[in-house]
């Protein structure tokens, strides 16, 4: 997904409504979640005062999660996590953090260049296919950390010609979606 230069901004009415500035429609926080996870960034405000409440919102997302058993920060990270608050001026975990996701996306996006690059299987057929499954996933092992893949193989232009291996990439687009859908509902 091509990421927008402005983050998509949501509104918070006295209500404790989100309200989605661009589609002009309420969204709830797993709608918020699902932006995020398709590598939009999200700011959101409150309406009569102006505060950004991204933060808040986003921390209320990452402990609904957590509440639901889908466990991705383990107990020593959150114990350090407490600890650095009681640190003056924070500690180093913040920067640490920082700069390990920014590690982990940079590693993401080397490997997926990788892939394609003086890579002579690029030029076999199916690859593109390939390529995208191994795409979708990392995104979905990862969480959609990088936010910054295309997603799913652009379909192709249908030819006239059947061919065996045509019909085993369809095969193979229509499991991808599938797989896709389902991780999709478990998130």
């Avoid at 589609?23 to 009569?48: H, M, N, P, Q, W």
């Avoid at 209320?60 to 999660?65: S, T």
């Amino acid at each position: 997904m091509a990421k927008p230069d402005k983050p998509l901004l949501i509104k918070r009415y006295a209500s404790r409504r989100l309200y989605n500035t661009e589609t002009s429609d309420y969204v709830t926080l797993e709608d918020i979640a699902g932006f995020i996870r398709s590598g939009r960034e999200v700011k959101i405000v409150d309406l009569k005062s102006g505060d950004d409440l991204t933060r808040q919102y986003l921390l209320q997302i990452i402990a609904e999660h957590e509440s639901r058993g889908e466990n991705v920060l383990p107990v020593t990270v959150l114990n350090d996590l407490v600890r650095s608050y009681m640190l003056p001026g924070g500690g180093m975990m913040p920067q640490f953090l920082k700069g390990s996701f920014d590690m982990l996306r940079e590693s993401q996006t080397k490997m997926i260049e990788n892939m394609t690059a003086m890579n002579p299987i690029a030029k076999m057929p199916g690859y593109d296919a390939m390529k995208a499954q191994q795409e979708a996933f990392l995104k979905a092992m990862t969480g959609g950390l990088s936010g910054n893949w295309s997603g799913p193989a652009r379909d192709e232009p249908e030819t006239d010609e059947a061919e065996p291996a045509g019909e085993d990439l369809e095969a193979i687009k229509k499991q991808l979606a599938e797989l896709q859908e389902k991780l999709s509902k478990l998130k």
